[in-house]
């Protein structure tokens, strides 16, 4: 989020604003965005509805819980289990709604590029598009 942050001024020049969406509850994302100084809105989806309307959930994540299995009345530290979480996905959308272009990796750590963001911006922005 913080990389978005900074290209704000440069997406600004083309009349671009930033709304973030992710899994975090409403309280969890006040928190993230006080904690790194966030000026666009971040928006909650804690039930992935509008996430998975734009094809943006993993279900793959793998979560570590402790202490809720046992094998022979001995607890184990860490359960894996599977839970659905967002793919961080970058959509540029144009003032009538309309999606003019995605970003989306396969793996869930890999963030969008902000030169890549910025040369799309200027495309679809750009003087004379």
């Known amino acids: 989020m913080r990389r978005f942050e900074t ?6 020049e083309f009349d671009v604003g930033i709304v973030a969406l992710s899994k975090d509850t ?10 790194d100084k966030l000026s666009f809105q971040l928006l909650s989806d804690p039930k992935l509805e509008v996430l998975k ?6 279900h793959k994540a793998v979560e570590f819980s402790t202490g809720k299995f046992n094998i022979m009345g001995v607890p184990l530290a860490l359960v894996p289990s599977f839970k659905s979480m967002a793919i961080p996905t970058t959509i540029l959308v144009d003032e009538h709604g309309i999606i003019r272009w995605i970003d989306q990796s396969e ?7 902000e030169d890549r963001v910025l040369t799309e911006v200027q495309r679809v922005f750009g003087e004379g598009a």
């Open 7 to 12: 290209i704000s001024p440069k997406l600004a």
């Open 26 to 35: 409403p309280q969890d994302a006040m928190l993230h965005r006080k904690r």
């Open 53 to 58: 309307d734009y094809g943006a959930e993993h």
């Open 107 to 113: 793996d869930y750590r890999i963030r969008s590029d």
